[in-house]
């Protein structure tokens, strides 16, 4: 494993858990936290080998959460070295041309999967549309309200009869 150093220089990190359990709670902590590696160095010094040390340096630490000390720790290794000149194996450089035909292929793959989207989107409205007719259709007919239209206003309206003409 390296040293503080190195890990600073390559740009990885540390990450501490805690695993107690917290009684107040009545379940257990489950917190992350990373430590900043510059005082880590001030503290430890620069050629300070965790794995060499793991109980000493996870004692230094506590839980901003509960306060119970560091359970664990993960090393998380800077992936970005990956994605320049050498492939995540170092199978050399990505030829273009491979990469454009990929590109395109993601690309008319998107928009085929949008244009089912869509259509399928249509046809749900639709679907939802006829449902809801049918349903009012079913509900006229058990209620025995007029399907041809609306019922008259007038039919059942109290008030003085209008005068007679003639």
Known sequence: MSTLAHLRDSGDRIILYCAALRRDLNRW????WEPGLDQMIQYFGLD?????DRAR???MFECPNCGAPAYTLTYMV??????HDMGSHNH???DPIETARIRAELEQGRAIAEMHQANADAMRQEALAAEKARKKLQRDLETG??????PNPWKYRKGPKPPMRG
Do not use: D
Not at 48 to 52: N, Q, R, V
Not at 145 to 150: E, F, K, L, S, T
């Open 29 to 32: 902590c489950n917190t992350s």
């Open 48 to 52: 300070f080998e965790i794995h060499a």
């Open 57 to 59: 340096f996870l004692a």
């Open 78 to 83: 800077n992936a970005s070295g990956m994605m």
């Open 92 to 94: 050399g450089r990505p």
């Open 145 to 150: 309200r007029q399907i041809i239209g609306p």
